[in-house]
């Protein structure tokens, strides 16, 4: 079965700095997705960024980049420029590219502070 | 659309009373999850629609739970005999049959047993 880990239970960020939050995750599969989704206190969750694992190019969504390393099976998150409004729980997420298999595997998330 | 809609927001309830739980998709999704998170985790998958049909559930959903989505339109989730342990946000999502579709998640339903 399919694991997603998150080692850093908080994490702080100078507003205007860069952070990075950690994901590693345990698959025998060759073809699979990965997310960064946010969830803000009492607010619904929303996708950060996703990222292929047939692309070897790292996906990047404006201050948001992520550093894939498949053979490592780590998928880390770089926030560029942080925001107060970035403050928030951030999980990592898995989900199978084989047919059949639908579900969402999350990690138990990182809850980053925004320091003004 | 405005996105996935959950209904209630919040729920008290007592110990060994019933409750049910409604889900609004994304209209033209056909994709639905059912994911129960607790406080300082991360959402723990319970079951899944493709249309009208369950085609997958976790070992989580005991035989209290049950979870119809009739007509491929909205999802209830029941859960009969509620025990304090059931106290949890239920979150539910959407997305389509596609590659890169990411789920759209709704606000949560908040659930105390008391």
């Known amino acids: 079965a399919q694991t997603v880990t998150q080692s850093q239970p908080e994490m702080s960020v100078q507003e205007a700095e860069t952070v990075t939050l950690s994901c590693t995750y345990d698959?025998?599969?060759?073809?699979?997705?990965l997310f960064w989704y946010k969830q803000p206190p009492s607010r619904q969750m929303i996708l950060v960024i996703r990222?292929?694992?047939?692309?070897?190019q790292n996906a990047t969504e404006n201050r948001f980049s992520v550093n894939f390393q498949k053979a490592a099976k780590s998928f880390s998150l770089k926030i560029s420029d942080s925001q107060l409004g970035d403050a928030a729980m951030y999980f990592c997420?898995?989900?199978?590219?084989?047919?059949?298999?639908?579900?969402?595997?999350f990690g138990t998330g990182t809850r980053l502070k925004v320091l003004a | 659309d405005t996105g996935v809609s959950q209904d209630p927001r919040h729920k008290i309830t007592k110990r060994g009373q019933n409750v049910t739980f409604r889900c609004d998709p994304i209209?033209?999704?056909?994709?639905l999850y059912w994911y129960r998170q607790t406080l300082g985790q991360g959402p723990e998958f319970l079951t899944y629609?493709?249309?009208?049909?369950?085609?997958?559930k976790s070992r989580l959903l005991s035989d209290r739970f049950s979870a119809e989505r009739p007509k491929g339109s909205f999802s209830t989730l029941e859960i009969q005999r509620t025990e304090q342990g059931d106290s949890a946000m239920y979150l539910c999502?959407?997305?389509?049959?596609?590659?890169?579709?990411?789920?759209?998640f709704g606000q949560g339903t908040r659930l105390t047993v008391v």
């Open positions: 999502a959407s997305g389509r049959t596609g590659q890169n579709t990411e789920a759209f």
């Open positions: 698959t025998s599969e060759s073809d699979y997705y």
């Open positions: 990222q292929e694992a047939y692309k070897q």
């Open positions: 997420a898995y989900r199978s590219a084989a047919p059949g298999t639908y579900k969402y595997i």
């Open positions: 209209s033209e999704h056909n994709r």
């Open positions: 629609f493709q249309n009208e049909a369950q085609l997958e």
